[in-house]
């Protein structure tokens, strides 16, 4: 395991999609998107996705300077053609646009052809900045599918997440981000790169059986709905969420082989002041999170978190000691550094975490 610095991991990464193409202004929305991914512990959308980003350049699959235009919109609507930009410059663009009509009411926001979105929190809590509820779900259109609908054994769903955000004036924001199956898939990748079993509950083999090999699901499993042997709940909001996110955008259901990976997005944002002033629903906020967090604890536990706490607390620690990458990851990183002439920066930034061997000489030239 190694450690990076966030500000050194954002200027390797931005570097990298500046000399792949990239406009710099793009080149560092996307850099950002990903290191405060690694930042809040969710490694499985950080620069782990960077040579995934980069391939998919290589392949038309992402256009560099693809810039998002307008379908339709109303007072209150915004339906948007992401031709085929990074999801994180067309999403951050679109939720700016759905704030502004959002203002004094509720606004919605639909995106179609756009790249992969990153981790679903960062453009959520940018609206609870501004004051706002937010609501967004996210899938990926006839792109292949990686989730059984709940009792099957091969994959017909994606792993549809969502996030809802809310405003507080707490240190960390409240919000809760997750896939509705059992786990992200990236997370799947992460575990395998690890050498770690997963949860049960997450995966079934080719064949239909538990497992928590996460590279059953590489040899043809299947993974799971959240919820394990109540997975009919996580079952039924990946529909509700592949509705919204694919279906309404008309970016239809299944898998067509020749397709790009393809972020349809549903976006849901309230002025909670239509209701009552925002302070006093900061307050009330506020209060609940406190009173939640006074409850006694269970057996074996020693403190309750809010949603989105845990988030919080990982990213100080990793803003003060570093973001761990596995190496494996770091070596498919370096790679790429250096067919983009940054070999030596990315040797540079990086230092063995504790009872990790010291870098061979050359190792990420």
């Not at 679903?120 to 990926?140: K, Q, T, W």
């Not at 990748?189 to 590279?215: E, F, I, Q, S």
């Not at 550094?337 to 070999?343: E, I, K, M, V």
């Amino acid at each position: 395991m190694y450690l990076v610095n966030d500000d050194d991991l954002t200027r390797l990464a931005q570097g990298i999609y500046e000399e792949a193409r990239v406009p710099a202004a793009s080149a560092r929305i996307v850099a950002e998107h990903q290191v405060r991914a690694n930042l809040a512990g969710h490694d499985s959308h950080g620069i782990q996705l960077l040579p995934t980003y980069i391939e998919r350049i290589d392949r038309g699959h992402i256009v560099p300077g693809a810039e998002p235009s307008v379908i339709s919109e109303t007072p209150t609507s915004l339906f948007v053609d992401g031709r085929w930009g990074f999801g994180p410059v067309v999403t951050e663009w679109t939720t700016r646009r759905a704030m502004a009509k959002a203002r004094g009411g509720v606004a919605i926001a639909v995106i179609r052809e756009q790249s992969h979105v990153g981790r679903l929190a960062d453009y959520p809590l940018m609206a609870v900045r501004e004051g706002f509820i937010a609501m967004l779900m996210c899938d990926s259109g006839q792109a292949p599918k990686q989730v059984a609908p709940f009792g099957g054994r091969e994959a017909r769903l994606g792993t549809n997440p969502m996030c809802i955000a809310l405003p507080s004036s707490l240190p960390g924001p409240v919000f809760i981000d997750m896939a509705t199956s059992a786990a992200a898939m990236s997370k799947l990748k992460v575990a395998r790169a690890r050498g770690l079993p997963v949860p049960a509950g997450w995966l079934v083999d080719n064949a239909g059986h538990p497992t928590t090999d996460p590279n059953d699901y590489f040899a043809g499993g299947t993974m799971l709905p959240l919820g394990g042997a109540e997975g009919h709940k996580g079952y039924g909001l990946s529909v509700a969420v592949e509705t919204l996110a694919a279906i309404l955008p008309g970016l239809g259901f299944g898998v067509n082989p020749e397709g790009k990976h393809n972020d349809g997005l549903f976006l849901l944002l309230v002025d909670p002041t239509v209701i009552r002033p925002l302070a006093e629903f900061v307050r009330d906020v506020d209060a609940f999170v406190a009173y939640l967090k006074q409850t006694p604890t269970a057996v074996g536990v020693d403190e309750i978190y809010y949603p989105g706490e845990l988030e919080y607390r990982t990213e100080l620690v990793r803003r003060e000691s570093g973001i761990p990458v596995d190496e494996s990851t770091w070596d498919t990183v370096a790679a790429v550094a250096a067919r983009f002439g940054l070999g030596d920066m990315a040797a540079r930034i990086v230092t063995p975490a504790a009872g990790t061997p010291a870098l061979r000489a050359g190792h990420h030239a």
